[in-house]
């Protein structure tokens, strides 16, 4: 009941090699961008790395020894990503620097997936409708985690202090600009592979 009360992304890290493999060129391009995105996010504080059952147990106060250590700043998303790369502080003056490197990163991740999804879109045969359903799948969560890495740079950027340099701060900002509008692309991307799956044909013979 737990399970049922609470949803999260379907993580694609899970997808086997040899699922990909069997996969056209044009989808398992767009498999392998959207785990690399999955992967680097969780790694590195972007997102959570929880599965839905421990998503579930922590929204209902069944998480275990939550309080044994003091988090390092009371919003969770801050504090994962700050633990995520032994920051004590939104201080630290290393923090500018890697929100910048990292908002570059998302960036570059982000557009991969749009890339092999544009490229699916383009070729338009030579899949099934579950090749399709599966590479949407990616897409979609790819579009989910774009944005809730953005949320979470977004909560970091207004909540450093007040004495961060105003260039430095002009340039998260840009590029926070634009990485949410790599995610508006997956979002119009997301949408061209739903019609493209509503719009297939499969060809004679075959179910």
Do not use: K
Not at 38 to 58: C, F, K, P, V, Y
Not at 77 to 89: F, K, N, S, T
Not at 186 to 198: I, K, M, P, V, Y
């Amino acid at each position: 009941m737990i399970a049922g009360c609470a949803s999260a992304p379907i993580s694609v890290s899970a997808r086997s090699d040899s699922d990909i493999s069997q996969m056209t060129p044009a989808h398992g391009d767009l498999a392998r961008a959207a785990n690399h995105l999955d992967e680097t996010a969780r790694e590195l504080g972007w997102i959570a790395d929880e599965s839905a059952m421990q998503a579930a147990m922590r929204w209902v106060g069944m998480g275990g020894d939550t309080d044994d250590a003091e988090p390092s700043h009371s919003d969770a998303g801050i504090a994962r990503y700050l633990d995520a790369h032994d920051i004590d502080a939104l201080h630290d003056a290393a923090l500018v620097t890697t929100l910048s490197v990292e908002l570059r990163q998302a960036y570059a991740l982000a557009s991969d997936v749009d890339a092999a999804a544009q490229a699916l879109v383009a070729v338009q045969s030579g899949a099934s409708r579950n090749a399709l359903s599966r590479s949407l799948g990616h897409a979609e969560t790819a579009l989910t985690q774009t944005r809730d890495t953005l949320a979470l740079f977004d909560t970091v950027i207004a909540a450093l202090p007040a004495d961060t340099d105003g260039d430095q701060l002009a340039a998260l900002n840009v590029d926070r600009d634009l990485l949410a509008g790599r995610a508006d692309a997956l979002r119009q991307r997301a949408d061209e592979l739903a019609q493209l799956r509503r719009d297939f044909q499969a060809p004679a013979g075959l179910s």
